[in-house]
């Protein structure tokens, strides 16, 4: 019985080939890279240079056309980091999701105005903003009436003429 290192190192496989909708062919690498989300689209207050003061920009810039979905959750609770799968759901199945949409996370304690409007609970609330205004709220984890509101609120697809 050889010992482990005495075992000859094989070349790597090549990647399985998958057959596409055309009949044409593509690794399932680089299949798998054109499916997955493009890139990390939901914003942290305090991550990667996204501050407070960046924030309130967008959300209170009249000028803007996207919807702006901020959630606004307790660091201890669960059920409001549960909401992230949906988020990233949307993003890949919503035609140019990140030019007519964002969404920001934040502890409820980082503003003052939400320390005071919303109590430490282990519900989330979700705030929608358009065009410099909040537009509506839910109280709690109803992920049917959020998308049913992004649905009707996401600003139209621009067409390129």
Same mark, same amino acid.
């Given at each position: 019985?050889?010992?482990?290192?005495?075992?000859?190192?094989?070349?790597?496989?090549?990647?399985?080939?998958?057959?596409?909708?055309?009949?044409?062919?593509?690794?399932?690498?680089?299949?798998?890279?054109?499916?997955?989300?493009?890139?990390?689209?939901?914003?942290?207050?305090?991550?990667?240079?996204?501050?407070?003061?960046?924030?309130?920009?967008? %959300?209170?810039?009249?000028?803007?056309?996207?919807?702006? %979905?901020?959630?606004?959750?307790?660091?201890?609770?669960?059920?409001?980091?549960? %909401?992230?799968?949906?988020?990233?759901?949307?993003?890949?199945?919503?035609?140019?999701?990140?030019?007519?949409?964002?969404?920001?996370?934040?502890?409820?304690?980082?503003?003052?105005?939400?320390?005071?409007?919303?109590?430490?609970?282990?519900?989330?609330?979700?705030?929608?903003?358009?065009?410099?205004?909040?537009?509506?709220?839910?109280?709690?984890?109803?992920?049917?009436? %959020?998308?049913?509101?992004?649905?009707?609120?996401?600003?139209?697809?621009?067409?390129?003429?």
């Amino acid at each position: 019985r050889p010992h482990f290192s005495s075992r000859v190192a094989r070349e790597p496989a090549p990647p399985r080939r998958t057959r596409l909708f055309s009949g044409l062919t593509r690794s399932r690498r680089t299949f798998c890279a054109a499916v997955m989300a493009p890139k990390e689209m939901i914003y942290a207050l305090g991550q990667d240079g996204f501050d407070l003061e960046t924030f309130q920009k967008r %959300i209170s810039d009249e000028t803007s056309k996207k919807l702006h %979905i901020v959630d606004v959750y307790t660091a201890w609770c669960g059920p409001c980091l549960s %909401i992230v799968p949906t988020f990233k759901t949307m993003q890949v199945g919503i035609d140019q999701f990140e030019d007519r949409c964002t969404i920001t996370q934040m502890d409820r304690t980082s503003m003052p105005e939400y320390v005071t409007r919303f109590p430490q609970t282990s519900k989330p609330h979700f705030l929608f903003y358009k065009a410099g205004q909040e537009v509506f709220c839910v109280e709690g984890l109803k992920a049917p009436e %959020i998308l049913k509101f992004v649905d009707e609120n996401l600003p139209p697809l621009e067409v390129d003429e």
